[in-house]
Each structure stands twice: as structure tokens, then as C-alpha cells.
């Protein structure tokens, strides 16, 4: 398969290196479109020497083919631009051709996919997060930049994301795994948020990445994906639909009227176990010590076992800071579900609110470690382990041998994961 990457100016432009290295290993072929500026930062003979492909870096020396941005434009099977500037964000979203890059973007009808890099102040301003969802909504994927230290000196988002994951996304984006098509799943994601008072509200720190990107995961295997989230600075991943909730009591609300839709219904919510008793109508006035009195919210995860339907598949997470595998087995045998995913939130480098996590996954019989990786990354290796749940391979061994998966792919059972 032919993937052209786009490389426009930023600090970040060496990663790109990595990147086409990275597509290389899937044995895809890859192009280099490099704007004027990205030239200013790694010379086109880097890619060349990586790519054996010339690099293209003008609309004016096409070498033969006056057409050259027409011609890329049909050739490629995905257009991945990394790092995405914002001003290469702005031209892509108002149409603006004034280089190959851009010229190549409006004629191409070949999936794209870009990786913003840039200062925190820029990914932040209003006018990026526009341009970004003007993107999105017309189907442009956008892997979300991470967090940390920038090269201007700031802290803050706008880290281009990982090569390797960027690969992963694009081989998703060229349809290489399409294992949940004809399937509609039910995804939670983010934390809830149990009011004290107009103002004030009980919650946690959970940030929705692992569930968005469980999302856009599942809907890169081909499946239709509703996205129930509490609060979240995240932009939904494009082509899903969107349910926003606040509290327990909305997200149970929202799950229980559409599981029944779903044939997979990932449950991956940081849900609040308790709500304050009395609401204060009125903002609270501090004036000493406060005592709270909490009663439980319900157990959505428990509910949905109870409403489960015939074969269907259910797996629950579970964070915890002690005890992972003891208290995961104890929640799995607890709740009555078919496997757990445990996750660490002890620390502050994985877990909740960052962009990687390391987890292991629970059944009766088996724990399978999955070490530190991108979120995203993570959500396909666990949506590998749920198909593995309902496709043990003993039987696909049978089906194959006697060239029965047709009828089995027919025959395919849901799946409800928490």
C-alpha cells in the first residue's frame, strides 16, 4: 500500500524520520511531500536516502510531470502529515493551495490523517481548536499531540505524537485490521462529577483519553461507535456519536438506553461511587469544618451483568494504587464479568491523565501484561484480547479447516466491555 507523509516546518520535523521508518516496517510504500519550511529543519536528502524515493518539495520542480501534485494526489492511499503546524492546520482547513503540499491536500480523495506540533499557546488558541474541528468534521483523523516539556521551554500540549503510533493510525486509517465492521459499539469514557453546590462538585482526575482513544480505535476497525463521555477537554474522535453526561446517575441513564443497540459496549468511565447526600441549592459558604454525607451511586457495571443478553461478553476496568492483580480478580469474580482490565494510577507518569498507560488483562484463567504504550496502541491491543475472548482460536483453527468462517463472522456474539 502507498502512504505519501506530508512534513511541515516545525522542531518536530525529525520525528518524521522516524515515521517513514515506521510505515516502512509495515511494508508500505512511502513518499515525502516537504513544505518550504520543514526544508529549514531536515534536508530532503534524509528522506530520500530513508524514502529511496525522491522528495517533492515544490510545486515549480516536478521534473518532467507538470501534473506532479495530481499524479501524488491519485497515487497515495493515505496522506499523513507530520508534524501539522498550525498554519498548515489553518491552510488545510479553508482550502488554501499555495504550495504542493496544500495544492496535493485538496486533490487527493485518499484518507488523511495529521499530527499537530506546535506551542501550547498556539494548540490552545481558539483559532486552531476551530480549524481542528472544521477537520474533523469533513473526516480528516487527528492524533492528538501529547504533553511535557516543549522546545520553546513551555509545559504544556503540543508534543507531536509518538512515530509509532502515528504509524499504528495510519495502518488503521488504510483499513489493514477491519475485525469490528458490521458491529456497533458502546463506549463510556472521562470521570463524572457529583454536585456539593452550584459551584462546587465531587470528582476525580480521570481525563477520557484511554476511553477516546478505545473510540477511535474501534472505529477505525470498522465499527459504528457510540461515545457516551462525561466531562473532558478531549475532542470526540470523528466518526463517532457523541452522548455528553454529567453525573453517574446520566451516564447510567445513557448506558442502560443504548446497550441494547451495542453489540460491544466498552465501559471505560471513571464513575463516582458516591454522590453527596444533600445538594446545597445555594453556594456553600466556608465558615469551618464540613463534614459530607455520601451515599453510593449504582453500580452500572453490576446492572448491565444483570441485563446482559444471551452470549454476550462483558469486561470491566478497574484502577487501582495496591493489590492489582488481588483486587482485579476480586472485582472480575465480584461483578460477575468475563475479564478485567487493571490499571496502575498510583504514580504520575501512566495512568490517569497521561497519554500512556501499562495494564493487565484478567480473565478467570489467564493475566496478560501489557506494558507502557500510548494509549491508543493500548486500545487496540485490548480490543485484540476482547476478540480473543469471542474467538477463541481453537475454533477459528476448526472454522478454517473446514472453511466455515463465513458462517461463523455471521454467527458472531456482541460484546459489552466496562
Known sequence: MRVTVGVSGGIASYKAAELVRALQRQALEVHVVMTEAAIRFVQPLTFQALSGNRVITSLWDQQGAPMEHIDEALWTEALVVAPATANILAKFAHGIADD???????????????????????????????????????????????????????????????????????????????????????????????????????????????????????????????????????????????????????????????????????????????????????????????????????????????????????????AETENLAENGRAKLLRKGADAIVVNDVSGDHAGIDSDVNAVTFLTLSTAIEMPEMPKRKLADRILDEILSLRRPKQMVMELEDSNGLEEFAVRRRPVIVE
Open 100 to 318: 504542493f503540499l496544500t495544492t496535493m491536500h485538496l486533490a487527493t480523495r485518499a484518507p488523511v490523517l495529521v499530527a499537530p506540533a506546535m506551542n501550547v499557546n498556539m494548540w490552545e488558541h481558539p483559532a486552531t481548536q476551530t480549524n481542528l474541528e472544521i477537520l474533523r468534521q469533513r473526516g480528516v483523523r487527528v492524533i492528538e499531540p501529547g504533553s511535557g516539556d516543549l522546545a520553546c521551554g513551555m509545559v504544556g500540549a503540543g508534543r507531536m505524537a509518538e512515530p509509532d503510533a502515528i504509524a499504528e493510525a495510519v495502518l488503521n486509517m488504510l483499513g489493514h485490521r477491519h475485525d469490528l465492521a458490521g458491529e456497533t459499539v458502546l463506549i463510556t469514557a472521562g470521570g463524572t462529577r457529583e454536585a456539593l453546590d452550584p459551584v462546587r462538585f465531587l470528582g476525580n482526575r480521570s481525563s477520557g483519553k484511554m476511553g477516546y482513544a478505545l473510540a477511535d480505535a474501534a472505529h477505525a476497525r470498522g465499527a459504528k461507535v457510540i461515545l457516551i463521555s462525561g466531562p473532558s477537554a478531549l475532542y470526540p474522535p470523528s466518526g463517532c456519536e457523541t452522548v455528553q453526561v454529567t453525573t453517574a446517575d446520566q451516564m447510567r441513564e445513557a448506558v442502560l438506553n443504548r446497550m441494547d443497540e451495542a453489540s460491544i459496549v466498552v465501559k471505560a468511565a471513571a464513575v463516582a461511587d458516591y454522590r453527596p447526600v444533600v445538594v446545597s441549592e445555594q453556594k456553600l459558604k466556608r465558615t469551618g469544618p464540613l463534614t459530607l454525607e455520601l451515599a453510593p451511586t449504582e453500580d452500572i457495571l453490576a446492572e448491565v451483568v444483570r441485563r446482559r443478553h444471551p452470549g454476550q461478553l462483558i469486561i470491566g476496568f478497574a
